[in-house]
């Protein structure tokens, strides 16, 4: 006999969706995860946030500005640019999928991406095979 899952209640990805922050979220998620790994490459190449600001031809406080997950003014093309200065490519991606919002179920192209120069194939959570 198959154990009864404790966890009563809606997922977290539910809880978004009907928060209505869902996107919001995931685009803060999607940077904060760019920015992590812009910043660990920085500190394997031992580049100063100066020494970034000065490669990319911008400021140090417009560079701060592009690792900082809460500031949504940074661009793909900025982002591409610190990525390739700390010897990396931002590759991106979107794919087909089915995920379920409330009772409706609908298709939304799902984005993950990251520095390591692989688009990852997987089905975001709720996804229906």
Known sequence: MKNKNPRIGSSFES??????????????????VIARQIANEMKKKKLTKSRMASLMKTSRAQFDR???????????????????????????????CTVAYGTKREHYPFL?????????ERDPPGAIP
Do not use: C, F
């Open 15 to 32: 809880w978004l969706d009907e928060a209505g922050i869902r996107e919001d979220v995931t685009i803060a998620v999607i940077k904060s």
């Open 112 to 120: 993950y991406h990251n520095l390591t120069g692989v688009v990852h």
């Open 66 to 96: 592009l690792l900082d997950p809460d500031n949504g003014s940074a661009t793909i093309e900025s982002l591409q640019r610190a990525a390739r200065i700390v010897g990396r490519e931002l590759r991106m991606g979107t794919r087909n």
